[in-house]
């Protein structure tokens, strides 16, 4: 897409979301910590608003008060960064573009396109970033040879929980493959015991239908959501990933709700399911209800998907604005990326560092599996479609819907959704043809 297109185009994105008063609303600035007197202060939009994330936010804005500035948070709750990413650019069309802002994947090649967002180059070259982030999140955060955003950590999207007392009264072991995932759930189902934490809402019913495509490998995944090809839409293994959706829809008995993840998180600590696929953010929230990884659940690859990583990185992206804040903003950018910091945040938060030389040695055993896949490279990694790692805003958005869909609509068959999904990767692909829209270490700078 020729370069005053696709700022038209994000421009007109900006403005659609201009009259969502309500979502403007949800800004609410939170208590901080006491400190003597900050030299400066940054407002920092995000979407951390579980009682676990509410913890690492609040990590960074003590460390951050240390360096005497001061963390004026602005959270807006709501699952995925959908209420958040509304409000940042509402706030931008209305010229109160916050200092700082948690925005992931794709999103940042657009943000920088639009010519909004604050160059941290001299701060990646001093601190000589290339040398410690993983290659791939060194790609991530760069746009047209620039470094225009700070990663924190990385998610891994692919990650079977599972009740380890529940599972060592029924004799069983953690599914490694889709057949022995339906053993394990026929067996939790004649036990009464529901075989899988898991809600209807939009974001993560496509979030499973993600890990059930990485049964195919990182290849075929690439194939289907970064490079949205008709034909791997029309493939027998899009089929099959569909056809298991159904499946697991059907252990549910009719009984999957629209829940948020927490909630979702919630049931299966209270054992009301056996198993929870999920990001493992879902650990530091199972934390919040007393749960330890090994003592009271297990944690292990999504089946079918043992060494492969599909990830999601949280990163934050500076405004320049009138480059009033660019001090605080360097400092800032700086002390994410240090050591210690990585180690500690991202303890809290469920995620691992974004470094090489980080300490698997301090990790937990969940932590230490995602560290060590990620760092094996781009082979085993796959962006997640979902949390915005692998393609634009708009074809997420339009995706994610078309799997809604055909996960609710009983009558909507698998063919259906197969040519539905392959019209709009045709749609997508005219309109962007020679334009990088996903994360994929492949791409042209």
Known sequence: MPGRWRRAWLLGLLAACACDGN??????????????????????????????ERKAADLLAARLLEERIDWQDAAIPGGAGIG???VLKGRVLAGDAPEAAQMIGVSIAEWADLGLLLELDNVASAGNWQRFLFPSIDALIRHRRHTM???LGIHRVNSLFYNRALFARLKLAPPQSWREFEAVAARLRAAGVQPLAQSSEAWQ??????????INGPAF???????????????????????????????????????GWTDVVGRFARGQAGMLIMGDWAKAE???????????????AAPGTAGYHLYSVDTFAMFAGDYRHQGAQEKMARLLVTPALQADFNALKGAVPVRRDAEPARMDACARASWTTFARGAAVQAPSMVHRMATDEASRDAIIAELHRFFIDE???????????????????LGTQGAPVAQDIDRGR
């Open 23 to 52: 979502a403007l609303a949800a800004v609410q600035p939170a208590a901080q910590p006491a400190a003597a007197a900050p030299s400066a202060s940054l407002q920092v939009l995000h979407w951390w608003t579980s009682a676990s």
């Open 84 to 86: 958040a990413g509304k």
């Open 149 to 151: 955003a700070v990663p």
């Open 205 to 214: 019913v496509a979030a499973l239908f993600e890990n059930l495509v990485l």
């Open 221 to 259: 995944y690439r194939e289907l959501f970064v490079r949205r090809s008709a034909a791997a839409a029309a493939d027998p293994r899009t089929a099959e990933a569909l056809t298991r959706l159904r499946i697991v829809k059907g252990w549910g008995r009719g009984q999957l709700e629209e829940r």
């Open 286 to 300: 199972l934390a919040e209800y007393g749960q330890a990884p090994e003592r009271d659940y297990g944690c292990a």
């Open 411 to 429: 009558r909507a068959t698998v063919e259906q959704a197969q040519r539905r999904l392959a019209a709009l990767f045709r749609l997508f692909n």
